[in-house]
T-cell receptor, first 114, second 108 residues
Framework: GAVVSQHPSWVICKSGTSVKIECRSL??????MFWYRQFPKQSLMLMAT?????????EQGVEKDKFLINHASLTLSTLTVTSAHPEDSSFYIC??????????FGQGTRLTVV | QKEVEQDPGPLSVPEGAIVSLNCTYS??????FMWYRQYSRKGPELLMY????GNKEDGRFTAQVDKSSKYISLFIRDSQPSDSATYLC????????FGQGTELSVKP
């Protein structure tokens, strides 16, 4: 299968600071990337969908000003958690898809806000 | 009602057992069905990918889709301790709707 690399794999930050998470498709062009959040013992919840060169589409209840998504190239999307608070601590996972075919997932980023 | 329902378990079986994991769904428009395996603190890994109804086999894994009943299954034969993980069903194309995940433990 295709490879999607997510970085960093874990990060600890202070409350009020911003954190950027990168998602890269290494061997294919990701026309669409998806960002999910997963709380312990729970399933993946879609946060937003981003198409290369377009604004991201956010799911209901997800604050677009807090979770900034940029998909400036066909191999890179970033998620920035702005003014992070402890309740934002979670496991964030990206997936990438080429022209609507099956999506491949990154390794995930564990964010802890202290 | 959730779009996709999956028994969260946990499910514990002895090594060598046959494991049956299931999901039900409500949206009859779903055409693509996936099973993912997720180890603790890792991203999901695609196990099986099925289009429409029918069976698909890959080694010890068999996926079944019954669209008339809106029911999908994953069978694991000769289960191994290394199969211990959370198994998530998912539906859709690109943008996926996930089940809650079933935590499986295979005891040596």
């Amino acid at each position: 299968g295709a490879v999607v690399s997510q970085h960093p794999s874990w990060v600890i930050c202070k409350s009020g600071t911003s954190v950027k998470i990168e998602c890269r498709s290494l061997d294919f062009q990701a026309t669409t990337m998806f960002w999910y959040r997963q709380f312990p013992k729970q399933s993946l919840m879609l946060m937003a969908t981003s198409n290369e060169g377009s604004k991201a589409t956010y799911e209901q209840g997800v604050e677009k000003d807090k979770f900034l998504i940029n998909h400036a190239s066909l191999t890179l999307s970033t998620l920035t958690v702005t003014s992070a608070h402890p309740e934002d601590s979670s496991f964030y996972i990206c997936s990438a898809s080429e022209q609507g075919t099956e999506a491949f997932f990154g390794q995930g980023t564990r964010l802890t806000v202290v | 009602q959730k779009e996709v329902e999956q028994d969260p378990g946990p499910l514990s079986v002895p090594e060598g057992a046959i494991v049956s994991l299931n999901c039900t769904y409500s949206n009859s428009a779903f055409q693509y069905f996936m099973w993912y395996r997720q180890y603790s603190r890792k991203g999901p890994e695609l196990l099986m990918y099925t289009y429409s109804s029918g069976n698909k086999e890959d080694g010890r894994f068999t996926a079944q889709v019954d669209k008339s009943s809106k029911y999908i299954s994953l069978f694991i034969r000769d289960s191994q301790p290394s199969d211990s993980a959370t198994y998530l069903c998912a539906m859709g194309r690109g943008k996926l709707i996930f089940g809650q995940g079933t935590e499986l433990s295979v005891k040596p």
